[in-house]
């Protein structure tokens, strides 16, 4: 999604400085590549990147042929073979080992707009699907592109109405927004890249110390909505937290002014411990994925035990997703170090991954 917003606001500046444009988007991937289906980079006319296609081996022949598709105004479907000899030299730098296939789309006026369909997929409130369809059998066929978005229950379509397998195509959309996952279909010759994107994590701090400032850097970095509450309005300022939503309020009054979904993750890290419990007292019924507490096991368990004696019900779901101390155990230190741990559990947790270390996973990286 970060990838998503940098490419809208790109692309808004390059229309505004009267740049053309193209979108590349990696829509099916065979074999092993550093980027997966869904990886996207805008293209300007004088070469100007956002986003990425790969680890670097494949943005310059890219920009080559996105200027050609600048020029021309028709889509064209890139095949990169890092498993043959002669493009192997395209991969070797990364060590790829795959069929890389990208749809490279110019952005103009007409109604089918790829960018429009991005903005869709940034408004939404929570998962939506774009479709990409492409002919891998035929590439002087037609390449249709971006032509569909679902997000909270409405539908946009572009140039769909008289393809004889429209309904099949948004029924397969409708089921990829259901089970929140993505698939590759097959329709009379053409492949659609149904594509579930996932909403941004949402990350409420509790806590505007100089050791919540890193954190906040490290989670707009990756693109993350942030939110900061404090009690005290000369603490949460704009100036020390440019990046942030702020709110300055009582414990019982946060949840008020914060929109709470299934991506939405608290760390409490006021060194107040009174406002923290209060807090933590509001929270625990409305069952948050990600509660992250600074500090050691003893105040948690102490915090939890005076909980449960003035009444408040903690269930094993609310167990599950408490996590104290917060963040990853990486030996950190510094409030840097510690940021980075913080955020890395979190990234795990809605990931639904286990944050060990690459080097004795047994299975492929990604899923397919």
Known sequence: MKEIIDIVVSHDTAVKAGKKTALATVVLVEGSAYRRAGAR??????????????????????????????????????????????????????????????????INDKVTNPIDLLKAVIASKGYSVLVTLFSTEDRKAPQPGSCLCLRDGQTLLYGLDDLSYK??????????????????????????????????????????????LPLTRIAAILGWKITVVDGRPNYATAERFPSAKLVVAKPESVLNNVELNEWTAFVLMTHNYSY????????????????????????????????????????DKNLQTIHGPVGLD???????????????????????????????????????
């Open 41 to 106: 980079m805008l293209i300007t006319e004088d070469g100007k990147l956002t986003g990425a296609i790969s680890g670097g081996c494949l943005e310059g022949d890219a920009l080559r042929k996105a200027r050609m598709v600048i020029l021309q105004q028709e889509p064209l479907l890139v095949t990169y073979d890092t498993m043959d000899d002669d493009d192997a030299k395209l991969g070797v730098g990364l060590g790829c080992n795959g069929i890389i296939h990208i749809l490279i789309e110019p």
């Open 167 to 212: 309904n099949e195509l948004l029924e397969d959309a409708r089921n990829a927004l259901d089970h929140q996952h993505s698939s590759i279909t097959s329709y009379e010759g053409y492949t659609a890249f149904v594509e579930c994107v996932k909403p941004l994590i949402s990350l409420v701090i509790l806590g505007a110390g100089n050791d919540v």
């Open 276 to 315: 923290e419990i209060a807090f933590l007292k509001e929270l625990l019924p409305l069952h948050a994925a990600y509660i992250g507490i600074l500090g050691p096991k003893k105040k948690l368990e102490r915090m939890l035990d005076e909980l449960e004696e003035h009444g408040t019900i903690i269930t």
């Open 330 to 368: 990486i030996g950190s230190e510094t409030s840097e170090e510690i940021a980075l741990a913080i955020t890395a559990e979190i990234k795990a947790i809605f990931s639904e991954r286990n944050g060990h270390s690459l080097k004795y996973k047994t299975t492929v990286i990604h899923s397919d």
